[in-house]
């Protein structure tokens, strides 16, 4: 394992500004390629009540990205959706170690969970 030296912690927040993010368990179903991209990949997310495509990162920090497909993982929901090289994103995933320089992994429930769970 990597060791790192932590970053600062950022500054404090209120319970009532954490309260306003709205963070869920979806499956993602689906992982394709986004040709014109060196990083994108388009995720259908299922979130149990509804699907969402989801754009993420991921390229180049997976030999094969289609290896999460099935696989359950943390999204923010209510994050603005956001176009980028004219694909629409409603979402975002939540992944661990981007900001640390070191290959991002998923923020995965322990156990499977019902899609659509919040965090909280």
Do not use: W
Not at 24 to 47: A, H
Not at 64 to 92: D, R
């Amino acid at each position: 394992m990597k060791s790192i030296t932590p970053a600062p912690i950022k500054p404090t927040i209120s319970l009532d500004v954490f309260d306003k993010i709205d963070i869920r368990c979806g499956t993602i179903e689906r992982v394709e390629d986004i040709p014109k991209s060196k990083n994108l990949v388009r995720f259908t997310v299922d979130f149990g009540d509804h699907k969402r495509k989801i754009l993420a990162g991921i390229k180049q920090e997976r030999e094969t990205p289609k290896e999460v497909e099935g696989k359950q993982a943390l999204f923010i929901v209510n994050v603005e959706p956001k176009k980028i090289m004219g694909e629409l994103s409603e979402g975002m995933l939540l992944d661990i170690g981007y900001h640390d320089k070191i290959t991002p992994v998923l923020a995965v429930p322990e156990v499977p969970f019902p899609n659509g769970t919040r965090l909280g």
